[in-house]
């Protein structure tokens, strides 16, 4: 199996969330404040990249097209977010977290959920397929926890959004693997 890159754009996408979450902790430790600033930019900067990342890999077109709209959206809206922490803005905090921040960052967020997951069966191989079934089935636990919770009247724990890095780490190692060529091809090989 040998060939360039997959997806350098997955790739730079992931190496960008993972570094944003290490500079928004040193940004909060060092100054205490401006770490939900450095999140949000870096969220808006990844999703961006992503949108554009999907179509690298082999899905269908119309599962593709969803998948980058929805993380455009998601670019969009973590970006307006940012800007909205930076200008102070209380119309435009009220317009980027209640208005968008709310249901529809969840619905954008679960339509690049369920793109990660009919790329981890149609087009992801061998270990990272394997990494990938454990960093998804995690995931699916942490959203069911947390709605459990929200119809209990309570609210999950922040740090489990954390258990969503390795997916960025899932993503990152897809970007790298090169394939030459079909996923069926592949594994026949493998046996």
Known sequence: MTGPMRSPRAVLAALILLLGVALALITGIVFGDGAENVIHLTLA????????????????????????????????????????????????????????????????????????????FRDSIGRTKILGVVVLVTIFFVEIYSVVTAYAGGEAPGVLKLLYLPLFIWLLLEGISPRSQTPDTESSLHQ
């Not at 961006?48 to 119309?62: E, G, M």
């Not at 998948?67 to 119309?91: E, V």
């Not at 921040?101 to 969840?106: A, M, N, P």
């Open 45 to 120: 900067a990844s999703f961006l990249l992503l949108a554009f990342a999907v179509f690298d890999f082999r899905l269908q077109t119309w599962i593709n097209l969803a998948a980058s709209a929805a993380t455009g959206a998601l670019a969009a809206i973590f970006l307006l977010q940012g800007a909205s922490d930076l200008a102070h803005s209380a119309s435009l905090q009220h317009l980027a977290y209640e208005v968008l921040g709310q249901r529809l960052e969840k619905v954008l967020g679960d339509a690049f959920l369920l793109w990660c997951v009919a790329m981890l």
